[in-house]
């Protein structure tokens, strides 16, 4: 089956870093006869190629901004525009497509398979994409190399440490060239050295990318490298002084 069409603003010849408009954006879940309101009416845009750092308490959305930013999951209410188009007017297959060739996800767990080493978990996104194999082979070794992990091509995670498979994590993110970046609390799982180096590790190869970057962090610490930090309080963000 062919692949569906892409509508104007999201084709393969994008530059790098989507601008973002998020517009009067609500999400709502029910549960057991509740209503829970985490995100209510956020307007938001993000220049491309800006890197933002979003911070909040505990439970106030971040982690669901994020999915639903990265169309992981929908809004209840809202729209979400990267380059001028409207990403939920996709669905299916074209959402799923657009997704894997634009966005890339870092998630606290990593999220790797275990029964892969390192050189194919990086693949893994290429091949999806319906990259050859032969490419998505020697894109995913320069990316290993560019975050230090050459010698550790056909480790699998059990074989590293937590800081080499954040690493690897980092890598297959950018497999796909994304114009979007997202991470969630990328370094949440490390310890505070080994946070410090993933996370400048992140902004720098990122910096080269250009890509659009929000990341989630519970650590004000590391949101105040950012030139840009959003609070998200009561379900709406708030700018602020890092």
Same mark, same amino acid.
């Given at each position: ?7 104007? +603003? @999201? =084709? ?7 601008? !973002? ?10 549960? %057991? ?16 190629? &800006? ?7 505990? +439970?106030? %959305? ?29 669905? +299916? ?10 966005? %890339? ?9 275990? =029964? ?10 290429? @091949?999806? +994409? %319906?990259? *050859?194999? &032969?490419?998505?082979? &020697? ?10 992990? *050459? ?23 950018? /497999?796909?060239?994304?114009?979007? @970046? ?17 996370? =400048?590790?992140? !902004?720098?190869?990122? /910096? =080269? ?5 929000? !990341? ?16 998200? !309080? ?9």
């Amino acid at each position: 089956m062919s692949r569906p069409a892409d509508p104007p +603003g @999201l =084709d393969a010849t994008t530059p790098m870093g989507v601008n !973002v408009r998020v517009e009067n954006l609500n999400k709502r879940f029910h549960k %057991g006869g509740q209503t829970l309101e985490v995100l209510q009416g956020i307007n938001l845009e993000l220049d491309a190629g &800006e890197m933002v750092a979003v911070v909040g308490q505990s +439970g106030s %959305g971040k982690s669901t901004f994020l999915h639903v930013l990265g169309t992981l999951d929908h809004p209840s209410e809202g729209r979400i525009c990267f380059d001028g188009t409207d990403v939920f007017q996709r669905s +299916g297959a074209a959402l799923d497509a657009m997704r894997n060739r634009r966005i %890339g996800f870092i998630f606290q767990f990593h999220h790797l398979l275990p =029964d892969q080493d390192a050189l194919h978990n990086v693949m893994i996104p290429a @091949l999806i +994409g %319906g990259d *050859s194999t &032969e490419s998505a082979r &020697e894109r995913a070794a320069a990316l290993l190399g560019r975050v230090g992990l *050459s010698a550790r091509l056909h480790h699998r995670p059990g074989e590293l440490s937590g800081g080499e498979q954040q690493r690897v994590a980092i890598a297959r993110s950018l /497999a796909r060239s994304p114009g979007l @970046l997202l991470a969630d609390e990328p370094t949440g799982n490390l310890d505070p050295t080994t946070a410090a180096g993933v996370f =400048d590790l992140l !902004v720098e190869l990122n /910096a =080269d990318a250009g890509s659009t970057l929000v !990341v989630v962090t519970h650590s004000l610490e590391l949101a105040a490298r950012f030139p840009r930090v959003l609070r998200l !309080v009561q379900g709406r963000f708030e700018e602020h002084d890092a």
